[in-house]
Structure formats: C-alpha cells, structure tokens
T-cell receptor, first 114, second 118 residues
C-alpha cells in the first residue's frame, strides 16, 4: 500500500506570491495534519482536518489556509509569502482525528522563498 | 515554556556502541503519549517508538528502547549497537490527549543530530 504522498517535492517562490501544497493520505485514513519545519527546528503543527472539517489549528497567521476534499486528500495554501515561510512542509495522515491515532508522515515539500 | 526539551544539539557515538538521547517534557494532561522519530537528510519522519503515559513498562522496539521516568518527566531514547545508518536527526514528540486545540497532534522538540563513527 502506498504511504502518504506529497507534491511537489521542491518548490521555489518569491516574496508576495502564493503557493499550494498537496497531500494524499494513506488509503482509508480520514484525517490529515500539516506541519511546518524550519531549518534547525522540530516540526510545528499548522492544521488538522478530519472528514473535510478543520479540527485543530496551530499558531499560524491567516495567510495559511487548508482544505480537505471528499477523497480525503488535502491542500495547504499560503498567501503573501514571506522569507520566513521557507521550510519543509510535512503532511501526516491518521485513521481518525484526535487522540490515540498514530500519525504517518509523508516525505514533505521543501519550499524556498526568495 | 518549552513543552519538549532536547538538550543535546549533537551527539557522536562509535559504531556498535549504545547511545542515549535525552528528552524532557512538560504537561499537566494526565493522559499523553511520547514518541521518537528519526529524520534522515531526505526529510521524512520515521516513527521509532511510542510510550503512553499509563504504560507501566518501558517501550522497546528492536534496538530502540525508551527510558520512561514519569516523575522526572523524562523519556530518553536508547539505541543499542549503533549502526552507520543511524546517523540522522532524532526528534522527541508529545501528544496531549485531553487538551483542546491540538486535537491530538504532536509537539516536537528541536532535535538531536546523531553521528555514528566507523
């Protein structure tokens, strides 16, 4: 079975642009979480979606948004990109949202903002 | 305050020796889980081991064991018989089961870079 997949693998954007990152969860998983990992730090929670509804949100500005589709895939959108948005963006899927559900991570999308 | 603290930015270990990576945590939630992940240079987070707050015994998974000291709020990872392929970043993470907002998502430490010497 395929694991969590993310696209694209690498992306270069300039300040002020917007970006869309995509994630496909493991088959049968209904929850997707997004994390941002800047260089030298651990991942930081951005959003969780379960059954197409936002279930959790980390401490990120409104420039960050996400959605989940009927097939449980997800998109993370970032508007008005800043240099500080350069990071590895990780997607994780789990069977259900909430406690007690192990998260499986994808390979990540490496975003560089120039 | 930091919820997960990893005080060792970098560690060196000789191949075939054991190494301990430190992790302390801070939570008031009586129900939580502690995780260790390995992140090679490719970027993917690889799950290694899990310890629940109510588990009586320390978790073990092959060469990995978790030294869980609840009163001290520490969850150190022990890797036995280190291999060259163990060289990577290692992250300790916590999941709080009852507190809203995080919805069971993970809180990570800053990581420890482990280098295994031949």
């Amino acid at each position: 079975d395929a694991g969590v997949t993310q696209s694209p693998t690498h992306l270069i954007k300039t300040r002020g642009q917007h970006v869309t990152l995509r994630c496909s969860p493991i088959s049968g998983h209904k929850s997707v979480s997004w994390y941002q990992q800047v260089l030298g730090q651990g991942p930081q929670f951005i959003f969780q979606y379960y059954e197409k509804e936002e279930r959790g949100r980390g401490n990120f500005p409104d420039r960050f948004s996400a959605r989940q589709f009927p097939n449980y895939s997800s998109e993370l959108n970032v508007n008005a990109l800043l240099l500080g948005d350069s990071a590895l963006y990780l997607c994780a899927s789990s069977l259900y949202g909430g406690a007690g559900n192990e998260q499986f991570f994808g390979p990540g999308t490496r975003l560089t903002v120039l | 305050a930091q919820k997960i603290t990893q005080t060792q930015p970098g560690m060196f270990v000789q191949e075939k020796e054991a190494v301990t990576l430190d992790c302390t945590y801070d939570t008031s939630d009586p129900s939580y889980g502690l995780f260790w992940y390995k992140q090679p240079s490719s970027g993917e987070m690889i799950f290694l081991i899990y310890q629940g707050s109510y588990d009586q015994q320390n978790a073990t998974e092959g060469r990995y064991s978790l030294n869980f000291q609840k009163a001290r709020k520490s969850a150190n990872l022990v890797i036995s018989a280190s291999q060259l392929g163990d060289s990577a970043m290692y992250f300790c993470a916590m999941r709080e089961d009852n507190y809203g907002g995080s919805q069971g998502n993970l809180i990570f430490g800053k990581g420890t870079k482990l280098s295994v010497k031949p």
